[in-house]
């Protein structure tokens, strides 16, 4: 196999998008796929409004186009299948906040990262953050943390599942959780 595919999912605002930089950067002519480039336009009939908060609810899979990201990654997956004078493997990294509740993609990764926040600092950090569309009043508390808690929740309750995937506190040094993951992934390269 010409590819390793690492899996980072978790909380919003965890890290995941900064962890897949810092591996991209640091292991050259690796690939990056992110969740959040299949978010499916406003105006699609898939998504699912919350009226009491006059806003859509982007935190559920029904906003995602997770079939193309599939076939998107599966393409990649190929497209070096048949490459003898690449006999390096390339690191393929899957970022995305609901990433292994798709089943398909999920059985790509060779190795899963959820990291995971207390629900105090993931308001902390993601107040100041800037969405589009922007977080209406009360949309963290009514949509975001309890889809968060709910995902997590079916991975622990998939024993199968949840054996696979390492559990990284959020709220690390970075420098720290990147040094843990590169380690890792020099290990499984070698």
Request: glycine letters at 4%; proline letters at 4%; hydrophobic letters at 35%.
């Amino acid at each position: 196999m010409q590819w390793l595919v690492i899996g980072i999912s978790g909380a919003t605002c965890s890290g995941k998008s900064t962890l897949a930089n810092r591996i991209r950067d640091n292991f050259p002519k690796s690939v990056m796929v992110r969740q959040d480039d299949y978010f499916l336009p406003s105006d699609d009939p898939r998504h699912i409004k919350i009226p009491e908060l006059n806003h859509l609810n982007w935190d559920l899979m029904t906003s995602l186009d997770m079939q193309k990201m599939h076939s998107d990654v599966k393409k990649i997956l190929q497209s070096r299948e048949n490459d003898a004078v690449n006999s390096k493997k390339t690191i393929l990294i899957l970022d995305g906040f609901l990433l292994f509740q798709h089943k398909g993609i999920t059985d790509l990764c060779d190795r899963k990262y959820f990291l995971t926040l207390t629900k105090e600092e993931c308001w902390e950090r993601r107040k100041n953050r800037i969405y589009e569309p922007p977080d209406v009043p009360g949309y963290f508390d009514k949509v975001v943390w309890p889809e968060y808690v709910k995902y997590k929740n079916e991975i622990v309750q998939n024993s199968k599942l949840h054996e696979t995937i390492t559990f990284i506190d959020g709220a690390k040094d970075m420098e720290e959780i990147y040094k843990t993951v590169s380690q890792e992934i020099n290990q499984l390269l070698s």
